[in-house]
């Protein structure tokens, strides 16, 4: 029996899957001219926009919010050979003349301007980074749920308490808020910790306009009454608002903390000159470290995934380490999460040399450490997007390390979720058609499934003027019906193929005479995505190919996120 129809049916359940839907309404061309503000195109939200720069041109669009939101305006390259096309993007009110945020490069070459905004009427600018820069280019609105805001900052003077300043209190978890009216301002926020923790914090796009464009982010522990000591040293961004890589250097006890935010100053080259000043909001995120209960290592050996023992996160585990030996814990994930691990020294005999890993149930790690914690113990931070099981490894940091061990592990719900495209090589995963080429699926240059756009998709070197589909699933191991995967086409007429995804969802294309098709998948704006991992491969149909009369694309994995950098 020839199991391609079954293969090829369409089978869209209720499901997230039902939720990302081809539009080709989402993915509109470019209306020249709109080159003023004046000549502005309309966008919505959840276009993208097919666009072209020429050397010293300027490309202005217009849209309404109807209430406010989290905006983000992304731009992307082409599939081009040059498909890294510099941009900027600058949002300004309805008229064009007052600039309320912009952004140089969050993605490489590429933009992401985002902000929070009220409801109203805004108009947007796309230049190149040059005035020679040219080429096409994609540009996404995308409208998310505004932040909820939980602090605002008190009254001024709000810096340091050692010049006279009162810091906002605020509850680490939450969102705070504010505005450096001068590069010489200070905001302080404190904080207070039960437990031995980790804490993140990270300046992304809940702040208001005009936004701060260039920020410094520092840590600092009230060491003793009245003394504040910073904890490592200030993270400043350098073409952005955004402060995405802030970490202390260790990890911190009970006890009394504040973040300063501070201006990044002013720099730049026209038209990309960073003022320093502006409003911010912070996100912030503990990583409780209680160890409310202990757990043993499990039975020597217990060196794999098959013999590791038990860890959730919020307890702490504890154990021996004999030279080269191994300890594994398994623990799940639900949702996207960011987890902290921490080793420390044991009873009766401390080791003092230790390494920890997050690895993944293939094996691959995640994150490791090797310092941070007390003597040289292991710290390793890592966010998990995709629900599973995973594992803890902890193992002596030098060949001859042993001793007994404390494991600390906590986890919370993480502050953002890189939207992410991965695709697997055609050269490997592939099957040729009878044109000679592999089929193979690509996104434009920077283009990500980020929650709230249009993400697109091309399918290339695909026969001429023929018949294709797309797979969607949530595998790329085992299909639904429980079939592992890669799925070996041959003994069904087509030597060399593979069904690499579970096709839970299967989308019909139409191939153009150049061996093309495009697809504009619609990524809701629901929170609740966040982390969705999505596999797709695709299948043209080409008769004279095989007997069973198809070619098979490489597959690709999705990570829908809310940041798209």
């Not at 810096?159 to 810091?167: F, K, L, N, T």
């Not at 094996?363 to 995709?386: D, E, Q």
């Amino acid at each position: 029996m020839n199991p391609m129809p079954r293969l090829l049916r369409p089978v869209l359940a209720l499901s997230p899957l039902a939720l990302c839907l081809p539009a080709t309404a989402q993915r509109i061309p470019e209306i020249e001219p709109n080159d003023s503000a004046a000549q502005a195109q309309a966008i919505a939200a959840g276009h993208h926009v097919a666009a072209n720069l020429l050397a010293g041109e300027q490309d202005w669009f217009q849209f309404t919010l109807a209430a406010p939101a989290e905006l983000h305006l992304q731009t992307s390259g082409n599939f081009a050979v040059n498909p890294s096309v510099d941009t900027g993007v600058f949002l300004f009110d309805a008229s064009g003349t007052t600039l309320l945020a912009f952004n140089d490069q969050a993605r490489g070459n590429h933009s992401d301007c985002g902000v929070n905004l009220p409801a109203g009427s805004y108009t947007v600018k796309v230049i190149g980074k040059l005035a020679t820069t040219a080429g096409d280019y994609g540009l996404d609105l995308i409208v998310l749920p505004p932040a909820t805001i939980a602090t605002n900052e008190g009254a001024e003077p709000n810096h340091s308490p050692m010049s006279g300043g009162i810091p906002t209190p605020m509850t680490i978890g939450g969102i705070a808020a504010g505005d450096l009216a001068t590069t010489g301002d200070v905001d302080w926020f404190t904080f207070t910790l039960a437990h031995r923790a980790v804490v993140q914090a990270q300046i992304l796009d809940d702040g208001g306009t005009p936004q701060l464009d260039r920020s410094q982010l520092a840590l600092f522990h009230e060491s003793s009454p009245g003394v504040w000591t910073m904890l490592g040293t200030a993270t400043t961004s350098n073409t952005t608002h955004r402060v995405t890589t802030f970490q202390h250097a260790q990890t911190i006890g009970p006890g009394t903390y504040a973040f300063q935010v501070a201006s990044g100053g002013a720099t730049g080259t026209a038209p990309f000159i960073y003022t320093g000043v502006g409003r911010y909001a912070l996100r912030t995120l503990l990583l409780d470290l209680p160890g409310a209960n202990t757990w043993p290592e499990a039975a020597e050996p217990n060196d794999s995934a098959a013999t590791a023992g038990t860890l959730p996160p919020g307890d702490h585990a504890i154990g021996n380490l004999t030279p080269q030996d191994v300890d594994w814990y398994q623990f799940f994930v639900t949702q996207p999460t960011t987890f902290a691990l921490l080793s420390d020294g044991g009873t009766p005999n401390p080791i003092t040399d230790t390494t920890v890993r997050i690895v993944d149930a293939a094996g691959t790690i995640l994150g490791s450490g090797t310092s941070g914690g007390a003597a040289s113990h292991g710290r390793a931070i890592v966010t998990i997007a995709v629900p599973g099981t995973y594992y803890v490894e902890v193992r002596g940091g030098t060949i001859s390390a042993q001793g007994d061990y404390v494991l600390w592990f906590g986890g919370g719900t993480a502050l953002s979720i890189p939207s992410t495209f991965s695709q697997q090589p055609p050269s490997t995963n592939a099957c040729p058609g009878s044109n000679g080429l592999r089929p193979a699926l690509q996104n434009p240059s920077g283009e990500v499934p980020m929650l709230g756009s249009t993400f697109v998709l091309r399918l290339q070197n695909a026969l001429p003027n023929s018949l294709a589909a797309t797979f969607f699933g949530y595998s790329n191991t085992l299909t639904s019906a429980g079939a592992a995967l890669p799925f070996d086409l041959g003994a069904a007429g087509a030597p060399g193929c593979f069904l690499r995804v579970d096709p839970l969802a299967t989308l019909g294309l139409a191939i153009d005479a150049g061996g093309l098709a495009h697809m504009a998948l619609v990524l809701p704006a629901a929170p609740a995505l966040r982390g969705l991992t999505l596999y797709l491969q695709g299948v043209v149909v080409d008769p004279a190919n095989n007997a069973l009369g198809i070619a098979m694309t490489n597959d690709v994995r999705l990570v829908l996120g809310d940041r798209g950098f």
